[in-house]
């Protein structure tokens, strides 16, 4: 399956696109040969717990999943698999939260909290590390992000390589036409395709994925390449 | 004033829009500045100026980027009329060459008006992509125009 | 601990106004000027009236040169010393010709917290509707500004 992992509508406050709006996209895009199966929604600081888009998605034959990008001391972090017990133990607002509670927090709750953009200066991991911070809870990070200046991603893919981290690939859409320009691959067969949040928490946890770029989509499952 | 007329239907999401290529000199910012009221020299005229606020240059005012950003959709299609423009300035716009382009992202009937929705973006050559941001625009319906 | 903001909240959603600005022949010439903008309904009489318009048109990111300091109090933010422009939207809602007499009524919709490249930002997020002389909503706008270190 291929997922965009972090992706922003008008929920966040500088995103401009609707979530129908991006599925109506990716028609474009799958008319042009590529492939995406699913999008989660990170919107900045909040996760939209009440909103459902399990309907739309099905008009479009996309899943949409939810999640969230939080700001912390140490850089943003991607969140998955966010439910009331995350919610009630983490201000998602506090930009100043402390990002290794957040993952332990994450853990406990049955969500997972992933580093964004790590290349990225003043908002990712790398600067956090070279400052002398330890992240020992760190696994997997983004590691292919479409919002990336020259150098940040390669930056990022450093960092994981170094450090062993899993990558993940997402497109940090605010407009229409950026989703899926990163996405990331997931093996599944028919009978384990990630269906919801804790299905993803899951194959983040235990399955076999990498960062793609979207024309890297074109040539259909990169297992069979 | 270059630019054919297109109508509705002629519109397909993916479709693009431009490029329209803007020189910006230091000469037509400060004319600007002149219009728009800002006592000079400022951050957008004085380089000086543009250090004290720690940028690299003297910078575009935003409300000038915008107005040329605007110019993309009355180049392209004189009949196409500027319905909303909403833009996230990301990097500083110096006095360089820049490039403003859009893609069609949307179209729809709303109200009785004929609405294309864009995603437009300026970028230069040395920094990419400085501002971003959502166009919509009304265009005649060849039924009813 | 949460970023705690210290400004005056009782901006908040409060209207102040400003004007009247005369948008003239010669303001909506020095504009198109500035920007090299050709259109002919903004920069030629004859050919705005045979599009049957009274007057040359403004284009229609004009109005946002009329939202200057004197029309939007100091929030008296304590966070950060420089105050960058972020954002901007326009919504032209009805044409405005040379010869018309704007009013602005803007307020304060929102003061938030969030980190960039830059580090920590404060955005300050202002509204501005603008009418003509007869009352008519012309334009609405909206601006973002960041504050930082």
Redesign the interface.
């Known amino acids: 399956m291929y997922i965009d992992m972090h992706s922003h509508s008008v929920s966040s406050?500088?995103s401009?696109?609707t979530v129908e709006?991006y599925l109506?996209?990716i028609?474009?895009l799958r008319k042009?040969g590529h492939t995406i199966d699913a999008i989660v929604l990170t919107e900045?600081?909040k996760y939209d717990r009440d909103v459902d888009y399990t309907a739309l998605g099905q008009e479009y034959g996309v899943l949409v999943l939810k999640g969230s990008e939080l700001?912390t001391r140490y850089?943003?972090f991607l969140v998955y698999g966010v439910n009331d017990r995350l919610l009630k133990a983490v201000?998602f607002?506090?930009?100043?939260m402390d990002s290794l509670q957040l993952m332990k927090e994450a853990r406990e709750h049955g969500a997972i909290a992933i580093p964004a953009h790590p290349g990225?200066?003043?908002?990712g991991l790398c600067k956090f590390i070279d400052d002398g911070v330890s992240f020992p809870d760190v696994h997997i990070a983004e590691t292919l992000n479409g919002g990336s200046?020259?150098g940040e991603n390669e930056r990022a893919l450093h960092l994981a390589q170094d450090r062993r981290y899993q990558g993940i690939g997402g497109s940090d859409a605010?407009?229409?036409?950026?989703i899926g320009t990163c996405l990331t691959w997931f093996k599944t067969d028919g009978k384990a395709r990630i269906r919801n949040e804790r299905e993803l928490v899951e194959a983040l946890l235990s399955c076999d994925y990498a960062p793609v770029r979207l024309e890297e989509t074109r040539n259909g499952d990169p297992g069979q390449r | 004033m270059q630019g054919k007329l297109y109508y509705y239907g002629d519109v397909e999401l993916g479709d693009e829009i431009g490029p329209l290529k803007k020189d910006i000199t230091d000469e037509a910012v400060a004319a600007f500045c002149k219009v728009w009221g800002n006592p000079t020299p400022n951050r957008f005229t004085s380089d000086a100026e543009a250090k004290k606020a720690r940028l690299p240059g003297p910078i575009v005012p935003v409300i000038m980027s915008m107005a040329l950003m605007a110019q993309l959709f009355t180049h392209w299609s004189p009949n196409a009329s500027l319905k909303h423009l909403d833009l996230v300035f990301r990097q500083p716009v110096t006095h360089k060459p820049v490039v403003i382009a859009a893609v069609v992202t949307d179209k729809r009937e709303e109200n009785g008006e004929y609405l294309v929705e864009c995603d437009v973006y300026m970028s230069n050559e040395e920094s990419g992509r400085l501002v971003g941001g959502k166009a919509i625009i009304s265009l005649p319906n060849r039924q009813n125009p | 601990m949460v970023l705690e903001l210290e400004y005056d909240r009782s901006l908040l959603g409060k209207e102040h106004q400003a004007g009247p600005f005369e948008v003239t022949e010669e303001l909506v010439r020095s504009f198109c000027s500035a920007i090299g903008e050709t259109n002919p309904l903004y920069t030629d009489k004859d050919a705005a009236r045979k599009a049957g318009y009274q007057s040359v048109l403004a284009p229609p990111t004009l109005c946002p040169i009329f939202i200057r300091g004197e029309s939007i109090p100091d929030i008296k933010l304590k966070f950060g010393k420089l105050r960058f422009h972020a954002g901007q939207m326009v919504k032209p809602l009805a044409p405005i010709l040379a010869g018309d007499t704007l009013m602005a009524s803007s307020h304060l919709k929102e003061v938030y917290p969030k980190t960039g490249r830059s580090g920590t930002m404060v955005f300050i997020v202002w509204e501005t509707t603008f009418t003509n002389q007869r009352g008519d909503k012309v334009a609405e706008v909206q601006e973002s500004y960041a504050t930082r270190e």
Do not use: E, F, N
């Open positions: 406050d500088d401009r696109a709006q109506k996209w028609q474009v042009r900045h600081r700001d850089g943003h201000d607002s506090d930009v100043t990225r200066p003043g908002i200046r020259a605010h407009l229409v036409s950026s």
